[in-house]
């Protein structure tokens, strides 16, 4: 893997030039002591905030940021995506158990109509039946193909996010990683259910019509975040917020 070095919190003076091994990697990113139920997000961005190149994230990684991208995974007990994702991405199951239990994170897709494919990777290649999170809407010939598939089909009243972690919380899934869609990400933070963000700065300028990380409804309030871990490999950063406890200087005076 590329070295990683930390810049945030600061390095000790013996250890500026030290690169972060494994364990020091997993440590930084050591799940926090929280909410019954903790939202961590992943995204990789260009320099100049776009979210794809040519259609897809891969064109934005580097092999950090694949390395965190695995390693959030094993610490996560459940990985949250939408649909438009799993297929821009062609997803398959997780590949390594979760830390602390024997089988990788469930993939838990958001979809309200159902619209995946059952031969899909998500379906065929995977040790852990995913988890089809939709609608009594959604047409019951697709809800019934992703059920024969193998998926796990979960028909909740509602796609909101308080739906959706609650389900998840229900299963004991406590630990969920968000790793998009920019539509999934927005409705999150606009009903501020976000508690950490893992942000990779990838040293590149896209350019084109790519969007942004997060696209949500407007007049969403804005979260402070704290700054809690940054590291560097080669040209690239990985940041590391997690939700302010300080009072939002916006707020208006009580």
């Known amino acids: 893997m590329t070295r990683v070095k930390r810049l945030w919190p600061p390095p000790l003076p013996a ?18 002591e929280g909410p019954a139920v903790s939202v961590r997000v992943n995204f990789v961005s260009s320099l100049d905030g776009a979210v794809t190149v040519d ?14 991208f695995g390693l959030l995974r094993e610490l996560a007990e459940v990985v949250l995506v939408g649909a438009g994702t799993v297929r821009a991405e062609d997803y398959r199951g997780a590949r390594r158990p979760t830390r602390g239990r024997p089988t990788p994170p469930p993939i838990a897709v958001v979809t309200g109509s159902a619209d995946l494919d059952p031969a899909s990777r998500l379906f065929t290649d995977t040790t852990v039946p995913p988890l089809v999170l939709t609608l009594e809407s959604a047409p019951a010939e697709r809800r019934k193909a992703l059920a024969e598939a193998g998926g796990e089909v979960v028909v909740l009243p509602r796609l909101t996010p308080d739906a959706l972690l609650a389900e998840l919380g229900g299963r004991g899934l406590t630990r969920v990683l968000c790793e998009g869609g920019p539509s999934l990400l927005g409705a999150l933070q606009a009903a501020d259910a976000v508690d950490e963000l893992c942000l990779t700065l990838s040293p590149l300028l896209a350019g084109g019509d790519a969007g ?19 590291l560097r490999a080669d040209d690239a950063l990985l940041l590391r917020y997690r939700r302010s406890t300080a009072p939002d200087p916006s707020a208006p005076p009580l």
Request: avoid cysteine; hydrophobic fraction near 45%.
């Open 55 to 68: 259609g897809r994230s891969g064109g934005l990684g580097t092999a950090a940021d694949k390395a965190v």
């Open 15 to 32: 250890e500026i030039d030290r690169e972060l091994d494994d364990a020091a990697l997993a440590a930084h990113y050591a799940w926090p």
């Open 212 to 230: 942004r990380i997060a696209h949500g409804p407007p007049g969403a309030p804005a979260r402070a975040m704290t700054l809690v871990g940054a």
